[in-house]
């Protein structure tokens, strides 16, 4: 099990820009496909983008491609979203999560996932 703790969440104005921190105890941390999700208000969990362990592939959401980069520092146990050109829509709570297998290279699915932390708001006015 890993544990993660979030942190870099606020409100900024559209076209503003947040970093999120996200960071692992527990297993080992740079064994671990990592991911990010969001949830608004009234609507389902869903991806917004994932990192190998390596850090090699990165894959995102459609809706947050070329606004969004997400990076891994495992000397530090580190995950980030850097999040630029923000806009209303992404408004959420943001969750970062950890694959529930060390063998799992790489997804996407939100039950690949096995850990997750407690969420950081994010609010994007207009």
């Known amino acids: 099990q890993v544990q993660l703790v979030e942190s870099g969440g606020g409100l900024v104005q559209a076209g503003g820009s947040l970093r999120l921190s996200c960071v692992a105890s527990?297993?080992?941390?740079?064994?671990?496909?990592m991911g990010w999700f969001r949830q608004a208000p009234g609507k389902d969990r869903e991806f917004v983008a994932a990192?190998?362990?390596?850090?090699?592939?990165?894959d995102y959401a459609d809706s947050v491609k070329g606004r969004f980069t997400i990076s891994r520092d495992n000397a530090k146990n580190t995950v980030y979203l850097q999040m630029n050109s923000l806009k209303p829509e992404d408004t959420a709570v943001y969750y970062c999560?950890?694959?529930?297998?060390?063998?799992?290279?790489?997804?996407?699915?939100?039950?690949?996932?096995?850990?997750w932390g407690q969420g950081t708001q994010v609010t994007v006015s207009s």
């Open positions: 999560a950890a694959a529930a297998s060390s063998s799992t290279y790489y997804t996407r699915r939100e039950a690949d996932f096995g850990s």
């Open positions: 990192i190998t362990w390596s850090g090699g592939i990165k």
């Open positions: 527990g297993r080992t941390f740079s064994l671990s496909a």
